[in-house]
Nanobody
């Protein structure tokens, strides 16, 4: 059983930045891929970004490319999401997820087996 705990959400104005963190605990050694999804009220869930433990491959949704950056600290079982130039449409609950493979795009996050409880990000115009 793996547990995921997110932090770092909050409220910012458009153009601002936030950094989300997610730490995994429990049976984690076989999970090579960590990433982030989000869901806004009334909208479908969206895979945002994912990364393998070796940082060799990362995936981003088109909507966040150039603004968001995913990174990992494997020694801490932690994944980060640096979000810059935030827009009101980035407002959502952000969830951390983990699985043994990233798939071939950020959309694969929708099928990951373990998710955290989420952290809210609100961007005002």
């Amino acid at each position: 059983q793996v547990q995921l705990v997110e932090s770092g959400g909050g409220s910012v104005q458009a153009g601002g930045s936030l950094r989300l963190s997610c730490t995994a605990s429990g049976f984690t050694y076989s999970y090579n891929c960590m990433g982030w999804l989000r869901q806004a009220p009334g909208k479908e869930r969206e895979g945002v970004a994912s990364a393998y433990s070796g940082h060799t491959v990362t995936y981003y949704a088109d909507s966040v490319k150039g603004r968001f950056s995913i990174s990992r600290d494997n020694s801490k079982n932690t994944v980060y999401l640096q979000m810059n130039n935030l827009k009101p449409e980035d407002t959502a609950m952000y969830y951390c997820a983990i699985d043994d493979a990233c798939g071939d795009s950020a959309a694969a996050l929708l099928f990951f087996g373990s998710w955290g409880q989420g952290t809210q990000v609100t961007v005002s115009s």
